[in-house]
């Protein structure tokens, strides 16, 4: 079946604006992630969901950065008033359910550019 | 906190030459280890993974053995081939927890 897949696949954006990116996860995944990977870094957790809400949002840089889940199945990163700390790819992964019994599957990433 | 700690790259080796990329990690608790490989242009994928202390995960001619004793989960392969050049991440997950990743080592492996 079909993977999890991000959209856009880049963005390029000026200092200052909001930027809002998609993730549509694998069916049937309850459980939905954000990472973050920043040039020369290793990824960073942002946010998990289990169904709609989010247990964890610990990983969020600021309160900039928000995101959401709609009908256990599509979710939105938020960025608002980007900053060119900002710039990095955003990877987005599912899972059946949350927990370490259960293989994350990554979508391909939207690059970020803030300029 | 949880953390994963793995060998510096770039790494450069010629084709079938013997591969190890060593990982490191501190947990509460015992959680599961993942290698995970991004080949050029492509998305995130998990490559090999085990779930408890002396478990080997295997894919693909690679392999990597859950040593708690030493808290290491070193990747190997015996004989590399130019379509193993990636960026591969070790990480680790335990409870209900998220992914902890090391920073990534860059693979080149030359004809």
């Not at chain 1, 959209?7 to 309850?30: A, F, M, Q, W, Y």
């Not at chain 1, 990163?77 to 060119?84: E, S, Y």
């Not at chain 2, 700690?5 to 501190?26: D, H, K, R, W």
């Not at chain 2, 193993?84 to 090391?102: M, P, W």
Request: proline residues 4%.
């Amino acid at each position: 079946g079909a993977g999890v897949s991000q959209s856009p696949s880049n963005k390029v954006t000026e200092k200052g604006k909001d930027v809002e990116l998609r993730c549509d996860p694998i069916s049937g995944h309850t459980a939905l992630y954000w990472y973050r990977q920043r040039l020369g870094q290793g990824l960073e957790f942002l946010i998990y969901f289990q169904g709609n809400s989010a247990p964890d949002k610990s990983g969020l840089p600021s309160d900039r950065f928000s995101a959401e889940r709609t009908g256990e199945s599509v979710s939105t990163l938020t960025i608002q008033r980007t900053q060119q700390e900002d710039s990095a790819v955003y990877l987005c992964a599912s899972s059946l359910a949350p927990g370490q019994s259960y293989e994350q599957y990554f979508g391909p990433g939207t690059r970020l550019t803030v300029t | 906190g949880n953390s994963v700690t793995q060998m510096e790259g770039p790494v450069t080796l010629s084709e079938e030459a013997f591969l190890t990329i060593n990982c490191t990690y501190t947990a509460t608790g015992y959680p599961s280890l993942f290698w995970y490989v991004q080949y050029p242009g492509e998305g995130l994928q998990l490559l090999l993974k085990a779930t408890k202390a002396d478990d080997k995960g295997s894919n693909k001619g690679f392999e990597a053995t859950y040593r708690k004793e030493t808290t290491s989960f070193h990747l190997e392969k015996g004989s590399v081939q130019v379509s193993d050049s990636a960026v591969y991440f070790c990480a680790l997950i335990y409870g209900n927890e998220k992914l902890t990743f090391g920073t990534g080592t860059r693979l080149t492996i030359i004809p």
